[in-house]
């Protein structure tokens, strides 16, 4: 026998229950997860959230480097899951804006804390990145 004592073992944080409940979804990670899918949509609803409506021109102007075909396919996707509402004003010249739905402002809500964290990290993200990044180009 070892006289030597071993440290406690340290209690991971609980993990909450991702049980299914209901068929097509194995968790509600995976529901939100899909929902959210998609690397403009958390943007989207990030920005919606910071106001009331928002005009598409602003909006395409907040959400830098997508393209004018991906920020509609992903407005027309929020629109049809119940987190975004169009609102067209029916006027010359065309006058549209997009706001959040109560669904998706709950959704939203849930993506602060991942806002939060991206800021707290965000130095070691981007030297993670350019890391990952020098060392591809060492690949090719």
């Not at 968790?27 to 899909?34: I, P, V, Y």
């Not at 004018?68 to 006027?91: C, F, W």
């Amino acid at each position: 026998m070892s006289d030597t004592i071993s440290p406690p073992a340290q209690a991971s944080p609980p993990v909450p229950s991702c049980t299914p409940t209901l068929p097509g979804f194995t968790c509600g990670l995976d529901a939100t997860l899909r929902v959210v899918a998609g690397k403009w949509k958390p943007l989207i609803l990030y920005f919606l959230a910071q106001g009331g409506p928002t005009r598409y021109g602003d909006l395409r102007r907040a959400v830098r480097d997508v393209s004018d075909k991906m920020l509609i396919q992903q407005l027309k996707e929020l629109e049809a899951d119940g987190l975004v509402k169009r609102t067209d004003y029916k006027e010359v010249p065309p006058r549209v804006d997009y706001s959040l739905t109560s669904l998706g402002h709950s959704l939203a809500q849930a993506l602060v804390p991942l806002c939060s964290w991206g800021t707290e990290h965000m130095a070691e993200v981007s030297r993670v990145f350019a890391e990952r990044d020098a060392w591809n180009t060492k690949r090719r």
